[in-house]
């Protein structure tokens, strides 16, 4: 098999794309495959064998492809591209996500792409796994992709709050102030994505509501897309009629980490019976999110594996 290097053109931003700061994306490109990676100008040199040199060219290629479209490119990302040149499998054809203030909003890890590729299939999706791996951000995202194109006619975004308790009566202020405070990390994902202004526009007009889960007892939830957020502390019998709200054009996504119960009685967390009875249901999507797919600080990664070993070593498991 031929070694002759070979030579790919590439724009500027994709060439500063595959080399990444201090060469590391180039570096973790070349201990995948066994390639050598060289960047001598107008473009990227792969060495190495033939079989090799196609799996780099293909990861060197999603690389720049979204370094091209004005997206970000980190190490997460470029794993990504390493993984499904590996594998062979592209981009799953999830729904078109909204531009946020940041640029385009994409997966930046291979769960994250299955994610949104369950939330496009599926009527009820539910995202397992710890903080930092995108899984409320994401499903905000598409939730209010749907919601301006039309494909709904709300969003609505619930979770328990207070320790699951709900007990909100003592709190000052009408029903959005007693709530805003626990719904901090979607009203920031909110205002990344639609905006300050537009975001307050809709929720005056009801277009975008948020509640208790205790106050969507009684209603059916037409039309609309319903995200459940740490619903690892609802309980059962929270569940059972937050799942059963459903209505007709509506999908919901459950989102939530099995091991961060805060209810008196760990074992009434409504989360994981819930996946035990409806993973294998018809229309129902799971994807449980790993250390590996933490997004934050490099740090948080280290610091969820570390939770991870300790409960492996104590025998727990989630």
Same mark, same amino acid.
């Given at each position: 098999m031929s070694r002759a290097p070979e030579f790919i053109a590439l724009s500027d931003a994709a060439v500063r794309a595959v080399a990444g700061a201090n060469s590391r994306h180039a570096a973790l490109i070349e201990d995948a495959f066994g390639v050598l990676v060289e960047t001598p100008g107008g473009g990227v040199s792969l060495s190495g064998d033939t079989r090799a040199r196609g799996q780099a060219k293909k990861a060197v290629h999603a690389i720049a492809d979204r370094a091209d479209q004005g997206l970000e490119v980190n190490e997460a990302d470029v794993r990504v591209a390493i993984g499904q040149a590996r594998t062979g499998s592209g981009a799953p054809g999830a729904a078109p996500l909204p531009v946020g203030r940041r640029g385009q909003v994409a997966p930046k890890t291979a769960t994250q792409a299955t994610y949104l590729q369950a939330l496009a299939a599926c009527e009820l999706v539910f995202g397992l796994g710890p903080a930092g791996t995108g899984k409320t951000f994401l499903a905000v995202a598409h939730g209010a992709g749907m919601l301006l194109q039309g494909a709904v006619d709300r969003l609505i975004v619930s979770r328990p709050a207070v320790e699951a308790g709900e007990r909100l009566g003592f709190l000052p202020g009408d029903m959005n102030e007693k709530v805003d405070p626990y719904m901090a990390p979607v009203w920031e994902a909110l205002t990344d994505i639609l905006g300050a #202004?537009? $975001? @307050?526009?809709? @929720? #005056?007009?009801? #277009?975008? #509501? &948020? !509640?208790?889960? !205790?106050? $969507?007892?009684?209603?059916?939830l037409s039309h609309a897309f319903v995200i459940v957020d740490e619903a690892q502390n609802a309980s059962r019998a929270q569940m059972k009629m937050v799942l059963t709200r459903l209505g007709e054009g509506s999908r919901m996504a459950v989102t939530g980490d099995p091991t961060q119960i805060d209810l008196p009685n760990p074992a009434d967390s409504g989360l994981a019976h819930a996946v035990s009875l409806l993973d294998d249901v018809k229309g129902i999507g799971v994807v449980r999110f790993s250390s590996e797919d933490v997004v934050r600080h490099p740090l948080v990664e280290r610091i &969820? @594996? !570390?939770?991870? !070993?300790d409960a492996a070593r104590r025998g727990r498991t989630v």
């Open positions: #202004e537009q $975001l @307050r526009r809709r @929720r #005056e007009k009801g #277009e975008i #509501e &948020v !509640a208790p889960i !205790a106050f $969507l007892r009684g209603r059916t &969820v @594996r !570390a939770y991870d !070993a």
